[in-house]
């Protein structure tokens, strides 16, 4: 059975930074491409950021110099770094997790097999 569990949400002030984890287990780590996507009340559900098994990493223009992506191979987790957090960043955000061809962006939802519950993150002003 496939999971993907995040954790590191929460409630903070503008300006503060949070770092969100996502533990895969059930599934091969190895090749796959894991994203964040990040879903706020009333809205579609958002591409964040992402980063291949090679370590390539990709930003929405929303976070690019704010947020960064990362992954540890041997502890099947990829990491979201979020510093200088907004109110607009306020959302769930979820981890996923896919195994696509490089030449497709990896900002597609539909890329991707497996989500895991969501974090919330709350940006206060």
């Known amino acids: 059975q496939v999971q993907l569990v995040e954790s590191g949400g929460g409630m903070v002030q503008v300006g503060a930074s949070l770092r969100l984890s996502c533990v895969s287990s059930?599934?091969?780590?190895?090749?796959?491409?894991m994203g964040w996507f990040r879903q706020a009340p009333g809205t579609d559900r958002e591409f964040v950021a992402a980063?291949?098994?090679?370590?390539?990493?990709y930003y929405d223009d929303s976070v690019r110099g704010r947020f960064t992506i990362s992954r540890d191979n041997a502890k099947k987790t990829v990491y979201l770094q979020m510093n200088s957090l907004k109110p607009e960043d306020t959302a769930i955000y979820y981890c996923?997790?896919?195994?696509?061809?490089?030449?497709?962006?990896?900002?597609?939802?539909?890329?991707?097999?497996?989500w895991g519950q969501g974090t919330q993150v709350t940006v206060s002003s």
């Open positions: 980063i291949r098994w090679g370590g390539y990493t």
């Open positions: 059930g599934r091969t780590f190895s090749g796959s491409t």
């Open positions: 996923a997790a896919g195994s696509f061809a490089d030449f497709n962006v990896p900002s597609r939802r539909v890329l991707y097999d497996d």
